[in-house]
């Protein structure tokens, strides 16, 4: 078909799709007519998904889909009074769209309103827009232009003059979604963090200057975003030399200044937040007694008061076992010092809320009263998901780090949760605690016991007749990456201090093309992640059929991997065994990965069941 041809084809579709019965006809779905508006609007066609929107809206005035479709082409067309006015009727029919809200902070900050619009980004991120809030800051005009200038002479420093030009990062300041995403979830991005590096460095010399008196409140807003995004990710960023004496100098300046009561200013404390965490500090109690504006007081809730909540959590978790084994003792110190992973959003909140309304109705299984292990809690995440799901089990989380396990106490007083039960132990000894379960969760931990079958072992020990076990192992196929990147970091004889992460870090950016896994990977962009990736003193990785034998050997059945974040694996899957294709096969599964090795990337998490005899 030529050009003429598929314009003339293309005529005709239009043509035909005008006199589709999406209009006027009450015989189609509601879900029908959704799509053809959407389907309009992709195509920019605004007064053909308008007409459907509003036929929509004449069966279910709170259609979500279409009043959010109106607010966009009001937004397109810049009457955001009318879109923020859309985007609201949306929201008062669902409460958490991340979308909405999205769309909504957009229309705000367009007429002005920025505390309405720093409420609904901040709700949109809490939402679940935290996953895609690099992807929609990359997308920021002011963003791309400042990562082209860092490009244009990478991997050579450019100077702040060079990238911020007279503006300084007032346009940075300026993007409310771009702050509430620093405030809120670590961006795991290269291009970001090298960005947000050239602005703490010109940040440090605005609050190095003697008058700070007509520093603009978005200044001081956007320091203190960035101070709280480098807490999150545990100050990971790189720091020149000169950057350290002047923060240094910063930071006996403060001392100073709090010692003898003379006053500190905003954007001074902001600065120094962005290269030491504030908890740290001498006497930084006394920083909670003095008035400050509201963003600031938020990132002393972050660097202090969190802080100190966490160290009274300690005194109230108890000990199941002790911790003997000389590999176990080396996981708890770098866990110790370096809990993971540090999250800050819970991935269920819209699910909690949608149940809480009504929304949504536990099923039976979810319902149902069971007790369940977490062996290797980490900082919560994984306990506080399963207590949401499982509201009426009674769960027992274990964790070696003393220090991971107050973060999980703190984070699960703060949702309100009353099922988990948090104790240190080691999974070697659990078999000591004379307890079974109908359930045992155990994912991205056994590959870092001394020895995984035997920590392993003593779990399945502890399952019930009929119970369930979800397991997560790291695939040596899928590691070969991390295999050779810790052989580097050995023959550069690296350490596992914060410098020496910050260092290889910049190596392996200034080879970027080489290391692209690495630097796609979420936890490469906090302490704690990069550690758990890259400096683990303990990493065993596993193969399928050495899997499958342990299962085999243990009367467990394999009940499949877990759903993949990629739908064309499993089509990948079904098309290599074409008619034979078996999801519970795993000899099919391990044949699969050897061609495709990068399919287990993350590891492979999959559920096992015991017989119920």
């Avoid at 009353?418 to 104790?423: C, F, G, P």
């Amino acid at each position: 078909m030529n050009r003429k041809e598929r314009r003339a084809a293309g005529k005709q579709r239009d043509a035909s799709s005008k006199n589709a019965p999406a209009f006027g006809s009450t015989g189609v779905s509601i879900g029908g007519l959704a799509a053809e508006a959407s389907r309009f609007y992709a195509m920019r066609r605004f007064n053909e998904a308008q007409e459907i929107c509003r036929q929509l809206l004449a069966r279910e005035p709170g259609h979500v889909q279409s009043l959010n479709l109106l607010g966009l082409m009001a937004q397109a067309a810049g009457d955001h009074r009318a879109a923020a006015k859309m985007f609201t009727k949306a929201i008062a029919s669902d409460e958490v769209n991340a979308a909405c809200h999205y769309n909504a902070g957009n229309s705000y900050q367009a007429l002005g309103n920025r505390s309405k619009a720093a409420a609904h980004f901040s709700k949109a991120l809490a939402l679940g827009m935290d996953a895609k809030a690099v992807g929609f800051i990359l997308q920021s005009p002011t963003v791309t232009t400042y990562a082209g200038r860092i490009a244009s002479k990478w991997p050579l420093p450019v100077t702040s003059v060079e990238l911020f030009g007279s503006e300084g990062v007032a346009p940075l300041a300026n993007d409310l979604f771009l702050r509430c995403a620093m405030e809120t979830t670590t961006l795991a991005s290269m291009q970001l963090e090298v960005l947000f590096g050239y602005a703490r460095a010109e940040l440090l010399r605005l609050a190095s200057e003697p008058d700070q008196d007509d520093v603009d409140d978005d200044i001081v807003a956007f320091a203190c975003a960035l101070a709280r995004q480098c807490f999150i990710n545990e100050y990971v960023y790189a720091q020149t030399g000169a950057e350290s004496e002047g923060a240094g100098a910063l930071r006996d300046r403060l001392l100073q200044d709090l010692a003898s009561g003379a006053a500190i200013m905003p954007l001074t404390l902001a600065v120094i937040a962005a290269y030491v965490p504030l908890h740290a500090l001498p006497d930084a109690d006394a920083l909670l007694r003095r008035d400050w504006p509201a963003t600031v007081a938020g990132l002393l809730g972050l660097q202090l008061r969190e802080p100190r909540e966490e160290i009274e959590e300690r005194g109230a978790i108890a000990t199941l076992t002790p911790i003997r084994n000389d590999i176990s003792v080396e996981v708890m110190r770098q866990y110790e010092e370096n809990p993971y992973p540090r999250w800050t959003v819970n991935p269920l909140t819209a699910f909690a809320a949608d149940r809480a309304q009504g929304r949504t109705v536990a099923t039976a299984d979810q319902r149902a009263e069971r007790d369940i292990l977490i062996a290797g809690c980490g900082t919560g995440s994984h306990a506080i998901q399963i207590a949401q799901v499982y509201p009426n089990a009674r769960l027992l989380a274990v964790d070696i780090s003393m220090t991971s396990l107050a973060y999980a106490r703190r984070k699960t007083r703060e949702l309100g949760l009353r099922n988990i039960e948090y104790a240190q132990a080691d999974i070697l000894e659990l078999a000591s605690i004379d307890r079974s379960f109908d359930s045992i969760e155990s994912v991205g931990v056994l590959h870092h016991l001394a020895d995984p079958l035997a920590g392993w072992r003593v779990l399945v020990s502890l399952l019930r007749p009929g119970g369930t076990m979800r397991i997560g192992l790291y695939s040596d196929l899928a590691r070969r990456v991390i295999v050779e990147a810790r052989d580097r970091i050995a023959a550069r004889n690296y350490r596992a201090t914060a410098g020496d992460i910050r260092r290889c870090r910049q190596d392996i950016f200034r080879e970027a093309d080489k290391w692209k896994p690495l630097i796609g990977a979420k936890d490469f962009y906090s302490m704690s992640g990069c550690r758990d990736l890259l400096f683990n003193v303990m990493e065993h990785r596993l193969t399928i059929p050495a899997i499958a034998a342990f299962l085999n050997e243990h009367g467990l059945s394999f009940e499949g991997f877990e759903p993949f974040d990629d739908p064309a694996v499993l089509d990948r899957f079904r098309k290599q065994f074409q008619g034979t294709a078996d999801e519970t096969n795993l000899d099919q599964w391990h044949r699969f990965e050897v061609d495709h090795p990068e399919t287990f990337w993350d590891m492979y998490v999959f559920m096992a069941g015991k017989d119920a005899r």
